[in-house]
């Protein structure tokens, strides 16, 4: 067997450095529940956002909540449609079907969008979504399966890999398995473009820009930049 963690910090900061850089200030972060994964996502999206904010000058706000389960829940519906009502502009679901109670939310806002998480999820709400912070599933189990078969099972069989942007996957050449996507059919940002996204990549990549995976406290943001804990961030 072999073990694959993913850098789920790095696509969620992706995810919300886009959404700022898109002309978004007020920010909602509707986790499943305070486990690490989500954890991660949450912490990096909001240390984006905050980036993002710094470099504009602009002030962005984030309501942050867990809904207490991977599943919608009356009280995540209730949550998300007063945030709407009260000027929220994108929400992060992030945690299995909890982004059922955002999409249900969101109705309460001509305007409102929402993220995605995990895989590319632009297709379960096109008018809606404008991206989802992605982690590689198939890109690492493809990866795995070339190793396989070139003999090389031993680089990676007992072992646990923590991929991210610019990974090494055995002796693989170094890939990237996180990050938002960038097709032309998934690219629902209207000023914030690919080539700046690409740029972004690259510097994290290269560990010019570095992501606080820590979940052990709430990551640090500059005055740009407001967080309301309701949930608190570890649950």
Not at 59 to 81: L, P, W
């Amino acid at each position: 067997t072999a073990c694959v963690l993913y850098q789920e910090h790095v696509s969620g900061y992706l995810a919300g450095y886009a959404a700022v850089k898109d002309g978004y200030t007020k920010l909602g972060f509707c986790g499943g529940m305070a486990v690490p994964a989500v954890q991660r996502f949450g912490s990096g999206f909001i240390q984006g956002a905050d980036a993002a904010a710094s470099e504009m000058n602009v002030q962005v706000s984030v309501n942050y909540y867990y809904a207490g389960a991977f599943a919608a829940t009356d009280d995540a519906t209730a949550k998300m449609k007063e945030w709407y009502q009260t000027g929220t502009e994108v929400v992060f679901a992030c945690g299995g079907k909890v982004y059922q109670s955002v999409a249900e939310g969101v109705k309460e806002k001509a305007d409102g969008k929402w993220i995605g998480v995990d895989v590319y999820q632009v297709s379960v709400d096109p008018e809606r979504i404008i991206t989802s912070a992605t982690k590689g599933l198939r890109e690492s189990v493809t990866s795995a399966l070339e190793l396989h078969y070139a003999s090389k099972w031993a680089e990676i069989g007992g072992k646990t890999a923590n991929l991210g942007l610019g990974s090494k996957f055995g002796s693989l050449e170094a890939r990237n398995y996180v990050g938002v996507p960038t097709a032309d059919r998934s690219w629902g940002f209207k000023t914030y473009k690919k080539a700046e996204c690409e740029a972004l990549v690259a510097k994290l990549a290269a560990g010019t820009i570095v992501v606080s995976g820590d979940v052990t406290k709430a990551p640090t943001v500059s005055a740009k930049t407001t967080v309301n804990y309701i949930s608190g961030f570890a649950g």
